[in-house]
């Protein structure tokens, strides 16, 4: 699913919050929501969800405790996360004319294919399937894998239109079968798996056969001008791919900036400079 910190794009408002006896639990405060988000999928701001409960009749400042809430279940809890993020990212497969991210398939893993011989690859959050689709027509055997239902119907299509086959599964970055010594090439381009997680990075060395190669491009917080919202995690750190896949031979690394192959705000990618990591490790 990747689609780098989608984050619904909230203004978040710091407020204390102070939820009284008789106010909704946060399970039903976050079901009101996500029926809201489900009739509005379009939706950039929690601002519109404010006056949705305006109009409902919560008082300003009811409404105003209501919206600082949702971030929060959000961060707090991955099963709400992962709810808002299917529903968002269905939204935008399903949007021919989105401008959220490039249609052509990314330039690092086209470069490091170019010159392998075709094996099995396996697509993490594959998305709408530019990549997976691109790989399967230079001979490769791909499975991707996604939340977002949308996303792995048009791949299939666009698999269909291309005179390829693809395997798609619905699948969370944890409960997916890696297996053992399956793959000749895993990828991870815009996503958010977590790939400086020790245990994570152990479950995918093992899924690689002998001679294997790990790809991962993707956007990470700023470390001099972060975004409100994006908090920082392990896999911000400077080097922090390094030290997780130390085990595996590190053939390409760089902590660079550049225009991203996803918006991650509402400027235009071509305006919006993102500190951009890539790595390319071979198993041993």
Do not use: C
């Not at 269905?90 to 401008?99: A, C, D, F, S, V």
């Amino acid at each position: 699913m990747s689609k780098v910190h989608i984050r619904f794009h909230l203004v978040v408002l710091f407020i204390s919050l102070s939820v009284g006896a008789q106010a909704p639990e946060n399970g039903a405060i976050w079901r009101d929501f996500i029926d809201w988000a489900k009739e509005n999928p379009g939706a950039t701001s929690l601002q519109e969800y404010r006056a949705r409960l305006v109009e409902k009749g919560l008082t300003p400042a009811q409404a105003d405790e209501r919206v600082a809430l949702i971030p929060k279940l959000i961060s707090g809890n991955p099963a709400y996360r992962e709810e808002i993020s299917t529903i968002s990212f269905n939204h935008l497969y399903r949007t021919p004319e989105q401008n959220r991210f490039t249609l052509e398939p990314n330039a690092f893993l086209a470069a490091t294919i170019k010159d392998l011989k075709p094996g099995k690859a396996l697509d993490v959050a594959m998305g709408q399937g530019r990549n997976a689709v691109y790989l399967a027509s230079k001979g490769w055997d791909v499975t991707g894998f996604d939340l977002a239902e949308e996303g792995m119907r048009v791949a299939e299509g666009n698999a269909a239109k291309a005179g390829v086959r693809i395997k798609t599964v619905k699948a969370r970055f944890e409960e997916f079968d890696y297996g053992k010594e399956q793959w000749d090439l895993i990828y991870f381009v815009y996503t958010d798996a977590p790939t400086a997680d020790p245990k994570y990075v152990e479950r995918i060395q093992a899924a690689l056969k002998p001679g294997g190669l790990v790809l991962l491009d993707r956007p990470y917080r700023s470390l001099t001008n972060p975004e409100p919202g994006w908090p920082e995690t392990e896999q911000d750190k400077v080097n922090a791919h390094v030290r997780a896949w130390m085990g595996m031979q590190i053939v390409f690394y760089e902590d660079t900036t550049g225009y991203g192959e996803w918006r991650q705000t509402s400027a235009p990618r071509s305006e919006q400079r993102l500190r951009i990591v890539r790595m390319l490790a071979r198993k041993l």
